[in-house]
């Protein structure tokens, strides 16, 4: 059974066609060997679960790779401090019996019996001075603890921890911690909402940025339709099929991906020119998760709805700043991009035309049941039915 280009989860070379990420992962492993801690920040379905998958597979013989997820844990893990830290000691202990590791080290976390995050704290030391390699913790989904204070706390344990290694024999500690979400955990306590507290301090400052860039460019879009014509032969024309999808992208992973399953599984393989638009038209039309993440964002912030609204419906020209919480939230989120001059854009063509269908249909619903009156018959604020009734006009638009 021949491979699929895959929109969902985590992807795996040995199923899925795949870009090469060879070089993105070369980054990704620098920063590893060199001990960081960093957070891989993207937006929704942008490769982030993929990348923590190929470190397990590719370094758990160099290192001792411990990957544990937030997600779904429930609200109990935080009903009190000991709550939370037998559940990361259950996922450790969990997660290394799976993984087939020493007995020993499994029989640390199986027997652990902190109840504080500083009881913890002692429990990875004695960890990390058993392992027989450098210990590597990924942790996926912490946009859903993020805005806990017993997660925050956690994580201010760790940059502690982090800073005393450091200082020689003062502490033993996780070799590198890579967390991944869609927000940057650096500025996790940053709010937009106008009822929100906006703090700016982070338990995640020791954080090295995470630069790598995760866009398909056209050449790895062409690499991987090279894959698929080895198996399949359509004759495409590789090079315009791939720079086409990528005009309609910009390289974003998840719909660089959908625009190639719709042509193989729905538009009977028509790699043209005209099969790729006709995919991104039938992409713009349905329902997914990423275009229900994207507006689901616009409705939970109103200023980022708003900065969106502008540079979308009204065609307003802004020059990008990081600093400004609103730009960087929609930066975040890859609903914009900006060019060489700084000049803010929308991050692709699929999504101008998903954002100008919200915002349409949005005041196409607020006008239902509105009647709206031609200004002419209009006087002093009241329709003038005299002069409606003499014209013999419609006085409706």
Known sequence: MRKEFNITGSCNPQWHYMVDTRKRFEAVETLIERGKYFTIN?????????ILDMIWRRLSEKYIVVPISFEGIGDSAYASEEALVKTISKMMARRLNSLKRDESLVEIWENCAAKSLNDLSTVITDFCRKAPNPVVVTIDEVDKSSDNQLFLNFLGMLRNKYLDRNIEGMDYTFHSVILAG??????????????AEKKYNSPWNIATDFKVDMTFHPEEIAQMLTDYEKDVH????????????YKYTFGYPFLVSKLCKVIDEELGQNWTIEGVQTATKQTILEKNTLFTSMTKNLENYPELKQFIYAISINGDVVTYDANNPVMDFASMFSIIKYDERRKVRIHNIIFEEVLNNYFIAERTIANLGKQRFDPNYVR????????????GRDSTI
């Not at 993207?42 to 993929?50: E, F, H, M, V, W």
């Not at 359509?234 to 999808?245: F, H, L, N, R, Y």
């Open 182 to 195: 869609v927000y940057d955990v650096k500025n996790i306590k940053l709010k937009i909402r106008p009822e």
């Open 234 to 245: 359509t004759g495409m024309d590789i090079k315009a099929v791939s720079e086409e999808i």
């Open 380 to 391: 002093d604020g009241q329709l003038d039915m005299e002069m409606v009734l003499l014209t």
């Open 42 to 50: 993207r937006a929704r379905q942008y490769g982030k679960t993929t």
